[in-house]
């Protein structure tokens, strides 16, 4: 496992569109996980009357253990497409430079090809998930009126479900990578299906009162694992836990494309 | 010996098309084997089968007298077709990847650059070879587990005179190592020049196989040129020639088993002609080749 990480790796460190997206990615996370609070500080010195329905901001308790964990992953989840994007450039690249038939011949079984590219997705979510958790602790502690190691703790399996999700998602691009093989057009169609296809549907459904149409959505179905936690914030009721159901909904997807993948690459000439 | 590789029945369809027919084929340890043929024999389905990147339709193989799998991949250096790396990296970063997908140490990359005259290069992209050092970059990395096998395809399509004269001299140099080699061309004279053993593939068929220094032997020809209008009739006089063909201004004697150059000098003297040009001509696997394709095709018909 640790050898088919290091071979991934090392095809991937070098590449500049990976260090782009990567970085951008490290970015985004680092401004939920720590920018929000001085950017709203921020505004409130330079704006007077700055409130949201009488409401100052700056003192609603995002950064507080122990919902800080809801908060940061139900957000950082949006950014998850930048992470997809450059695993499905390093799919895609593996057939548009054909370097997958030489991986092949200089001695990886398919097997263990696509186990590389899994443990890649699962390094990333890993890093993402002990990332956020880094972050989240500083500013926790930064924010928090109260600390106690229940406080930190209780909610914290928010990231591993965040990991799952993550993990889910980039099975979900390694099979987009796998079935197009042409980078750009892959990225192209992942975010159309993501924005167009799967919204489209989500509406459709909506309207329709057809409310199952969203379990048949994988992204929808991934995103909607954590539930969004700020409309608690006025007063609204909301989920703050995770579902049974929901979780096999997710592992199930995950499986599904693992299936795929394996189909697609193992009975493919290449 | 022992055997290296045995072939049974391995058959590849597409549809209708036959790329790979019922093929058998078995190489020794030592042997540098060509396999002949012309574009779209089944040369690179076959080599593609063998190392597991084509999935056969009927039939298989055995490597080192086991079924083939990624661990009998370790042990072949393979090339099939053009160079394939990841462009964006280095020639060293390229080989460090391969050393570890065929579990061998780091320090075997300088080694095989030097083997190959590419040190200067080795930091550069590979994008920015040259087709000849992309050739190199393959070999060398091909050389990096020091395999048991090695096998190329095509190794010097598309390169200048220089550049092959380079890889052919490299394949010399390696195979003198015994080290057994496939090599798959339609290069007549690079097999004649490197290979042992060769065999002979025609729409997917195996049509012959066997040893290059037996190309050679059969009826030996002679070509003579003398200034003299009787030469044809006097030639075909004689008993120990079998037949004459004209080619412009020289005949080609093919002689009876046993006679050579030397009588037919003698012979023709005691004619009273002076022969100004005799050679002994040595069959090409070329000419071979060419023969045995035709063969082939007029038994079909």
Known sequence: MIRLLKIELQKLWPNRAFKWLSSLYLIALTIIAVG???FLNYLKSKIEDFDIDGVDPTIIPFYEFPDIWQNLTSVAIWFKLLLGLSLIFSIANEFSYRT????VIDGLSKYEFIWSKIILAGFLAAASAITLFVLGLITGLIYSS????VLVFEDVYFLLVFFLQLFAFLLFTLFVGTLIKKSIIAMGVLVFWIFAVENGFYIWGQVKEHEWIEYLLP???INALIHNPFPKYIFMEIQDFVTFPEIA???GWGTLFY?????LVVKRDL | MDTVLTINNLSKHYGKIKAVDELNLEIKRGNVFGILGPNGSGKTTTLGMLLDVINPTTGDFEWFGQKGDQNTRKRIGAILEHPIFYPYLSGVQNLKIVCDIKGVSKTRVPEVLQQVGLVKRGESKFRTYSLGMKQRLAIASALLCDPEVMILDEPTNGLDPEGIAEIRELIIDIANS???????SHLLDEVQKVCTHFCVLQTGKLIYSGLVEDVGKGDLTVEVKADSDELQAVLERSEMIKS???ELDKYTATMVNGYGAKDINAYLFDQGITAKHLMIKTKSLEKQFLEILHGEEGGQK
């Open chain 1, 259 to 263: 299936w795929a993948i394996i189909r």
């Open chain 1, 36 to 38: 929000v609070m001085p």
């Open chain 1, 146 to 149: 109260e600390i106690s190691f």
């Open chain 1, 249 to 251: 909904l997710v592992a």
């Open chain 2, 244 to 246: 004459v063909k004209r």
């Open chain 1, 219 to 221: 992204v929808k179905s």
């Open chain 1, 100 to 103: 997958i038939r030489q991986n």
């Open chain 2, 178 to 184: 015994g080290k057994t080699f496939i090599l798959a």
